[in-house]
């Protein structure tokens, strides 16, 4: 795919990741279109950027929208994450595995050659894996949420080899970012950032020596352009991990404070969170990543925290 300009669709397209991706593409001269279950609010709406407010479970408002935009490059980023997958299982399923499906049937519609650009996840490797990840790694999820992640996977390999979609599957590992969920208990070093801004104490939920693989979410945004206008034939994989670097909680809260040195914290371990990142591996292999489209992620720790707290400035 060259870097003329394309038309693009991104499902989630008012989330976390999704807002920052469409600031980016929107640079090199993008028309894009975010599709989302939520309304962003005015001020979480990027200029020049068409929102839909519509379910992706929708079928018929999801092939109306790919009939009239006919999108080139599909970013699908639309998900119940982990925790509300767990809490509602079929809704997940119908989320992130039936919507899922649907898109891929229908992405080639109206558009026969498509680029779709999906992220797995980390956590679609299960416990026991060790610390640092082969990227060929059995995949062999312990929740719902990796468990559609996995299968949306094969799904999007399947109509790559059977239909030639051109599918390409990026898998990133922990994303520090300032607009993290609040409800994604993972997320406590993100959350930090954003206490430590609006100068309030945070109690981190882990030991200071928990950490793992972790990427800043801007090197991610720039990830997810740089694969989805790869060349084809430089692409050896179907699906690539990511890895930028890992910090720990006390990492964390050094680098804060050396950027906000009034900011308080504490750290009160819970079990669950300690036990969802206490076996996580401190690297995923990202060496094909490197090899075939150039990945080398640019934010350092304390990159993160001075850009985060920017990032933060301008969003208020
Ligand atoms: N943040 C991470 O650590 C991480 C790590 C690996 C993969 N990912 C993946 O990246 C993608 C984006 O993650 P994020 O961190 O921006 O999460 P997010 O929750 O901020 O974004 C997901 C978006 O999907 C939307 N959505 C949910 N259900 C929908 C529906 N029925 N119809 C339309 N939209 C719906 C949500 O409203 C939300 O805006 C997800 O697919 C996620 O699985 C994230």
Redesign the pocket.
């Known amino acids: 795919m060259s870097q003329s300009s394309k038309t693009i669709l991104i499902?989630?397209?008012?989330?976390?990741?999704?807002?920052l991706l469409a600031k980016r593409l929107l640079q090199d001269g993008h028309a894009i279109t975010c599709?989302?279950?939520?309304e962003?609010s005015l001020a979480d709406k990027v200029e020049n950027v068409e929102y839909e407010t519509?379910?992706?479970?929708?079928e018929s408002r999801l092939e109306s929208l790919l009939d009239s935009r006919k999108p080139d490059l599909i970013f699908?980023?639309?998900?119940?994450?982990?925790g509300?997958s767990e809490v509602d299982r079929r809704?997940a399923f119908?989320?992130?595995a039936i919507?899922s499906f649907n898109l891929l049937e229908l992405s080639q519609k109206h558009n026969p050659s498509p680029t779709v650009v999906?992220?797995?996840?980390?956590?679609s490797y299960g416990s026991g894996v060790p610390s640092e990840l082969p990227e060929t790694y059995e995949q062999w999820p312990e929740n719902i949420?990796g468990a559609t992640?996995v299968a949306v996977e094969r799904l999007g390999v399947y109509y790559k080899l059977k239909h030639g979609l051109d599918f390409r599957c990026l898998?990133?590992?922990?994303?520090l970012?300032p607009?993290?969920?609040q409800s994604?208990l993972?997320?406590y070093a993100s959350h930090a950032y954003v206490a430590a801004f609006n100068g309030k104490p945070f109690s981190f939920p882990v030991a200071p020596d928990i950490g793992m693989s972790t990427?800043y979410?801007q090197d991610?945004v720039e990830g997810f352009v740089q694969l989805a206008f790869a060349p084809k034939e430089s692409l050896k994989q179907h699906a690539y991990n990511l890895h930028a670097f890992c910090p720990s909680a006390q990492e964390v809260a050094d680098s804060i404070k050396r950027h906000r040195p009034d900011f308080e914290y504490t750290f009160k371990p819970n079990e669950i969170v300690e036990s969802m990142l206490r076996p996580a591996p401190n690297k995923f292999q990202d060496d094909s990543a490197r090899r075939d489209w150039g990945w080398n992620p640019r934010f350092e720790l304390d990159d993160c925290t001075r850009d985060i707290f920017e990032l933060l400035k301008n969003t208020q």
């Open positions: 499902t989630g397209g008012a989330g976390n990741i999704a807002r599709l989302d279950i939520v962003p519509a379910d992706i479970c929708d699908h980023l639309a998900s119940l994450l982990s509300s809704r119908q989320i992130n919507a999906f992220p797995g996840t980390g956590a949420y992640k898998r990133p590992p922990l994303v970012s607009f993290a969920p994604a993972t997320a990427i979410i991610l």
